[in-house]
């Protein structure tokens, strides 16, 4: 016969819960302390590392679209400090793209590295030759590409610089440029660079108005982070009526006029 085994149960045993000691609450003072020094570091990262722009014409179309509202990190290209070594620092290369203050003037523009020091460019009929080399360049849009033969700018004038700096540029563009031509090539000069659209029949670049100073650059266009349908003339509308108009029209219509496939589109 198999031994059986008893088993007691045995009786429950109830814990009461030791209160908790009730911790040291934050004081108004303190918890003041830690939202500024969030609005601090917030501040600095919008200030010093990265900053929003939106674009306001076609001159970059197809990288970049009017209403693209873009992240612009402001210290990968920024001149190297010997304060802060663990940034990293680069210098620009052709192809970039970058955000700069036209030279001359306080606003800022968006256009794509050509040319770098020392550099010899020449452009001929919407082909740039770059230290005698003609460029394939897929992501710009040329003269001629729109199939418009009276284009105001396929003319002898898009030799360039044999024929001079295209119309419509300032006057001492067309004075300095001569002391930058070698051999029909312009030669970019030492701490300068050579900037254009990739929109190049809508673009205002470096052809009209000369080189990009290294210390105008502010940085490079990372992501897209919101592109809005824009017209091409409303991000140039100052008066305030206008620019209420338009908020007023983006709040009403974010949802169907969003491009949403461009939300966090990387620019290249």
């Known amino acids: 016969m198999a031994n059986s085994i008893e088993t007691k149960e045995q009786p429950v045993q109830t814990v009461t819960p030791v209160a908790a000691e009730a911790g040291p609450r934050e004081t108004p003072f303190e918890a003041f302390a830690s939202i500024c020094g969030v609005l601090v570091i917030g501040l600095f990262a919008l200030t010093f590392i990265f900053q929003n722009f939106v674009i306001p014409s ?4 197809k990288t970049l679209l009017i209403g693209d509202h873009v992240v612009v990190e402001r210290e990968n290209l920024a001149p190297p400090t010997h304060w802060a070594p663990f940034m990293h620092y680069r210098d620009i290369r052709r192809g970039d793209i970058i955000v700069f203050f036209k030279p001359g003037e306080l606003i800022h523009l968006v256009k794509r590295v050509v040319g770098v020091p020392g550099d010899h460019i020449h452009l001929n009929h919407g082909i740039v030759y770059l230290n005698g080399e003609p460029q394939d360049e897929p992501l710009t849009t040329k003269v001629g590409d729109d199939g418009n033969p009276n284009d105001a700018y396929n003319s002898t004038r ?27 090539d ?17 673009s205002m670049d470096s052809r009209y108005w000369g080189f990009v100073p290294r210390e105008n650059i502010v940085g490079r266009p990372m992501f897209v982070y919101w592109s809005f349908i824009t017209p091409g003339d409303e991000l140039e509308e100052t008066a305030v009526a ?7 029209h983006e709040a009403l219509h974010f949802f169907d006029q969003t491009r949403w496939r461009r939300t966090l589109h990387m620019v290249r």
Not at 186 to 194: A, H, K, R
Not at 242 to 248: G, N, Q, S, V
């Open 158 to 184: 898009d030799d360039f610089p044999a024929h001079g700096a295209p119309l419509g540029g300032p006057e001492e563009w067309s004075v300095d440029l001569p002391t930058h031509v070698q051999d029909q």
């Open 186 to 202: 312009i030669v970019v000069p030492p701490g300068e660079y050579f900037a254009m659209g990739d929109n190049r029949p809508n």
């Open 242 to 248: 206008d620019r209420a108009e338009f908020f007023l």
């Open 58 to 61: 076609g001159s970059m179309e």
